[in-house]
């Protein structure tokens, strides 16, 4: 099964990680490696602050762009990773070893259907 493990940060913890750069992208990189190493690792990236992010809405056919984050919210998505293990436990687990665990929240989320698509042959089929 395909799970996506979703990192939450506060606006707190995004300055933090930011101040701890290159520290949090080394632990980063070795829980990827770590990840890639059993086998498992679909998929995956870090993301920047929220605060440089761009909402998209469409309302009445019209596209309405925003910079900035607006969605009235104490945590943002900070990262994601896509891995597939035999099941929920295994996906926990892992997502227990995850670097930031220990300070931020880390959702596990199934994927919806039993299919991963990747690239334009995929969208083909």
Do not use: N
Request: hydrophobic share 45%.
């Amino acid at each position: 099964m395909k799970y996506a493990l979703l990192l939450h940060l506060t606006q707190e913890q995004f300055e933090q990680r930011d101040r701890d750069r290159d520290a949090a992208l080394a632990a980063g990189k070795a829980y990827g490696e770590a990840l890639q190493e059993a086998g498992i690792f679909v998929g995956g990236a870090g993301l920047e602050s929220p605060q440089i992010a761009t909402t998209v809405t469409v309302r009445d056919g019209k596209r309405v762009v925003q910079d900035g984050p607006y969605p009235e919210t104490k945590e943002f998505l900070a990262g994601l990773g896509i891995i597939d293990v035999p099941d929920l436990d295994a996906a926990l687990e892992w997502a227990a070893r995850h670097p930031a665990a220990a300070f931020a929240t880390i959702e596990v989320r199934p994927l919806l259907g039993s299919h991963f698509t990747v690239g334009r042959a995929a969208l083909a089929a």
